[in-house]
């Protein structure tokens, strides 16, 4: 079946040290997006990447979108405490439909 | 502006009772709205998507179902609960011409005993 898969599962960094998420794709996916959810919230849209090895940066976060579309990756140059949660990326799948990655859950520790 | 209502907030059932979870849209017209489930510590599952008025998609069969009786209300059903519909069920939309973010309400945590 269509399957998004994000690596680390898990990450624990020192603050200050930069993080990286990965995901990656069965099939080409129109689009990515990715959402951060603090833990005990709900999923917080951050961007969303369109075009083949489209990179967008957001001040810390840095998102490429591969150049077959079926990876992106999402980087953060030297965390913070409030960059902690669980990170997801979204291939839109179809029109209408999304496939959301197992996520990556940042611990940030200060 | 756009907000979105889900209640509960939180609900414990035990096994074999019925389920009724309610989201709802204000400040858009004619979204794209979502079921999502999340297991404890998991990634989101899509459960039900729907374009329109009594237009659903199920993607994962199973005991649930999903209704739109109005363009900006989505219930989410169950006739007999399990064990493992336990989890964190979030509601999304979508604008219909828009790029496709989604927008999430805060949830519903079920515990099914």
């Known amino acids: 079946g269509q399957q998004v898969m994000q690596i680390p599962q898990y990450q624990h960094v020192q603050e200050g040290e930069d993080f990286t998420t990965y995901c990656n794709s069965s099939?080409?996916?129109?689009?990515i997006q990715w959402y951060k959810q603090r833990p005990g919230g709900h999923p917080v849209f951050l961007i969303q990447?369109?075009?083949?090895?489209e990179v967008k940066k957001q001040k810390r976060l840095t998102f490429q979108f591969g150049e077959a579309k079926k990876n992106s990756s999402l980087h953060i140059t030297a965390t913070q405490t409030t960059d902690v949660g669980t990170y997801f990326c979204?291939?839109?799948?179809?029109?209408?439909?999304?496939?959301f990655g197992t996520g990556t859950r940042l611990k940030v520790l200060a | 502006s756009q907000t979105i209502h889900q209640w509960p907030a939180t609900l414990v059932q035990p096994v074999g009772s019925p389920l009724s979870l309610e989201c709802t849209v204000e400040?858009?017209?004619?979204?794209?709205l979502y079921w999502y489930r999340q297991a404890a510590g998991r990634g989101l599952q899509l459960l039900f998507y729907?374009?329109?008025?009594?237009?659903i998609s199920s993607e994962v069969p199973q005991n649930l179902s999903a209704s739109r009786p109005q363009d900006r209300q989505f219930i989410l059903s169950s006739k007999k609960l399990l064990l493992s519909d336990s989890g964190f069920y979030l509601c999304?939309?979508?604008?219909?011409?828009?790029?496709?973010?989604?927008?999430f309400g805060p949830g519903t945590r079920l515990t099914v005993t």
């Open positions: 999304a939309w979508s604008a219909l011409a828009g790029d496709g973010e989604q927008y």
């Open positions: 099939t080409t996916l129109s689009n």
């Open positions: 990447l369109v075009k083949s090895g």
């Open positions: 979204a291939g839109q799948r179809g029109t209408y439909k999304y496939i």
């Open positions: 400040g858009t017209s004619n979204p794209n």
């Open positions: 729907s374009v329109g008025i009594g237009q």
